[in-house]
DNA sequence: CCTGACCCATCACGCAGCGTGAGGGTCAAA
DNA sequence: TTTGACCCTCACGCTGCGTGATGGGTCAGG
């Protein structure tokens, strides 16, 4: 006898044998005789309808469409048409959805915060956690770092970089005017000193003149902030306190509000 | 209270309030209180949180990959990678599919045999099914029928339409040396004559030159013949005749096997 | 005759995300 | 107080099988 058992019927068509009980089951493919044991015995002609349901089957139709044509009550045709239709309107759709996600997933690369790791890359040393830590122990409890604290942690990578880039051409334009031989109190320092204050009420909190005096000192009293300026420029370090306070004197009088 | 309960959120959001129960029943949003009686609650943080769940699942997400969003366990961009990888799989998938949909009915569309109402159209008048049971009473005891029958009952509405432009060529030839002023024994005449034998060889069923001689008699004995030809040009039915009769004397005698 | 290694069989739950009743309280207006 | 619009909690249904659980069948070797 040339009938064949569920699992011979699998390998061959490469599907499993839940599958073909499944179809059993839903009276898609029953096998045309058992054996004694109540084994299912496929025969030739089990086959071949088989062979057509997994055909059409690969073209994702549904069982019971595939039972209708195989019962001859509807027009292959019309089944092929419907699943054309169904795929290309499900292909719209995905179509949509992957625009939707490259969509969000640039919203959400623009608009994520920093993470540590983008500020090292950033700002290499001058950044780790721990003085950062410092900081906070040193300052945590001032409204200015409040301020600063919840702006910038919102900051994306794009954002710090914009900072950085702000803020080396505030220090280039103290270097250019130390170069150029111009005194501290020259309109030129004083215009670098203002820009600089500006700089860090755009991008951190608000800096009046006399808090700016402050800020001043603290970048000749620390030597991390010291150094940043000397490896600029020898002597900028001094300058730049200098500039401020110049423009402190200069502006805080003619301050209006 | 500015809470709202089930419908009104539904309404909102443009989801059904069997969703928001389904929300609930899995933990993804859990409005934060109940009525007196037990009706769900949502306030504006549910409604934030909803908001959120609402977009990404539009995203196509799971809803356990959302709740982990939500949950700051895993970080968004990550889970929109996923989704992209995952669409994007779905999308070539998809699109294979619907290459292999097209196939299939084109293979099924240039295989299926005509049906009467396509030879209808292609041949009008010409064909109907009651002049097919007419002929069938007539000829079907015929080789010639029973060869014809066996090979035209598998052709396609493409392949009667090739066949109708290749009898058109025909007739035109014979037009064409009728309207020459070519003599139905002419060389012009011959070659159009045995290309109309050739024609209906290549198309029905096998034919000699004396069979030619009978087919071109009924042309002339039946008047629906007759018309077709004199529809063309005046005079082309007995022309035809009388070209078939000469191009069978002429080659007759040369046949070989 | 027993044992083991594979076959096969029939339940029956699981899944993803709700849709869709069934059966029964609740609430505000008339 | 009745009505009609809402709300509640089950709980099955859908698609096409995957994946055990539990229990017999078959055949070769010891």
Redesign the pocket.
Known sequence: MDEL????VARIFGI????L??YDEVGLLVPQTR??????LYSAADLERLATIVTY?RLGM???AIGEILAGDAPLVDHLRRQQASVAERLNELADLARAIDDALERTMTNTPATPEDLKKLFGESYSEERQEEAQQTWGHTDAWRQSASRTKRYTASDWAAMKAESEQVNAAFAAALAAGMPADSPDALAAAEAHRRHIEAWFYDLDHSFHRGLADMYLADPRFTKTYEDIAPGLAAYVHDAIHANADARQGSERY
């Open positions: 058992s569920v699992g011979e499993s044998v839940r599958t009980h499944h054996s004694l044991a109540g084994y299912r089957r549904p069982l019971d």
